[in-house]
């Protein structure tokens, strides 16, 4: 949660991603509404318009999915996307199903206690007239009552654990590109059973605590926006709580309220959502990584309007349709056996050079006569 958080506020682009995600639907809602006082047309083009921001919603679900789907497939240009895209919607829709599914399966225990509370009145109701009087009708309720405060206990349990479950296998579904993928409940409990801790960190947390944040910001903005409201109204007879101020005195600090408080509540909400995939995705790429090598083939078929689908390779529209049988492929030949080169000969072995003849020693030179001494000097007389 810590990495997802790091890219959430450090990634260039994030958080203008997570406004337009926020308030595009709401822009094109606040259209549709002033579209509606136009004459004739108005009816229709509200409708399409109310569509299309139901349409932008589910596609802002999905890229947040498809961003932390990167993690795994290895991707790092998840911002540079369109937000309306077929993908994105197909996983926002397939995402909101999966957990409507799983909900609905984890409030069964509140369900089946409520249908008993009513089965418990209409029993109890029918049994006050007789001679125990109204202690029937009383016993009733308050054994109804236990029951289903054990059956909330029960719900927000299953609750968390099927969110949890619901969110790897909608990231499974994301990683390998195929509807059926969702639905593989042994390979998600098998990633299921790695770290739940952790997982319990990436997929409830986020929402949780962003939750926590705007609930707590939109009780300051009630008591700010309050206090101001009953300035005006504050006399000696009448002191006016905030929410009554705010509510009963209008204007314009109640349109301001309403305006920051659904700018904070949306914004942190959308906020959330796209912290807790970004961590489901960081989590899906540590424990299971496998899921990228499952299928590279992608189902998400549905193309919006305005979107053109890529036509596959060797594909040319001006080319005549041709028949199963010339569209085959025509096997191809098997290699020929590529000859095995002989061996070459080994090379002749060099001879060694002979070594060279050693220099004879050059002859001492003869010593040089001594001089005989010349006739011409005469021996002197001593």
């Known amino acids: 949660m810590a990495q997802a958080f790091e890219d959430m506020t450090k990634t260039p682009g994030v958080l203008q991603r997570v406004c337009q995600i926020a308030f595009l639907p709401a822009l094109i809602c606040v259209v549709s509404v002033l579209v509606l006082f136009i004459p004739v047309i108005g009816g229709i ?21 498809e961003w932390g789907r990167d993690l795994s497939l290895k991707v790092d240009d ?37 249908l008993s509370l009513v089965e418990s009145v209409v029993i109890g109701t029918a049994g006050s007239y007789s ?51 969702a639905f593989s409940l042994d390979k998600v409990w098998a990633a299921f ?5 952790k997982l319990f960190c990436a997929s409830f947390l986020p929402e949780f605590l962003t939750g926590l944040v705007a609930n707590v910001v939109t009780w300051i903005l009630t008591f700010v926006f309050g206090t101001i409201a009953s300035v005006g109204m504050y006399s000696y007879y009448y ?27 949306v914004f942190l909400t959308v906020f959330g ?6 961590a489901v995705g960081y989590w899906v790429a540590r424990y299971a990584s496998e899921w990228a090598d499952e299928d590279k083939d992608d189902v998400l078929t549905f193309v919006l ?38 061996p070459e000969p080994e090379p002749a072995p060099v001879p060694e050079p ?3 003849p050693m220099p004879e020693p050059e002859p001492e030179p003869a010593p040089e006569p001594e001089p005989a001494p010349s006739s011409d000097e005469d021996p002197q007389d001593e």
């Open 354 to 356: 002979e070594p060279a």
């Open 273 to 278: 959502k796209m912290l807790k995939h970004r």
């Open 131 to 181: 001679y125990y009087g109204s202690y029937a009708l009383e016993a009733a309720l308050f054994g109804s009552l236990g029951l289903l405060v054990l059956a909330m206990i029960a719900t927000a349990v299953l609750g968390v654990f099927f969110k949890m479950f619901a969110d790897i296998a909608v990231m499974h579904f994301a990683v390998t590109g195929r509807v059926e993928s």
């Open 305 to 342: 309007p305005f979107e053109k689908k890529s036509a596959p390779a060797c594909f040319s529209a001006d080319a005549a349709p041709v028949s199963d049988s010339a569209a085959a492929p025509a096997p191809a030949p098997e290699p020929e056996p590529v000859p095995v080169p002989e």
């Open 239 to 265: 002191r006016p709580t905030a929410i009554e101020a705010l509510v009963t005195g209008g204007g314009i600090t109640l349109v301001l309220f309403l305006v920051l408080t659904a700018f904070v509540t």
């Open 45 to 65: 083009a509200a409708a399409i318009g109310f569509l299309a921001a139901c349409i932008a919603s589910v596609c802002g679900s999905g890229f947040g999915i």
């Open 193 to 197: 059973k790695h770290n739940k801790t």
């Open 78 to 114: 998840g911002m540079d996307r369109p937000l309306m895209r077929s993908t994105s919607f197909g996983l926002g829709v397939f995402s909101s199903v999966i957990s409507v599914v799983l909900e609905v399966i984890a409030a069964i225990p509140v369900i089946g206690v409520v």
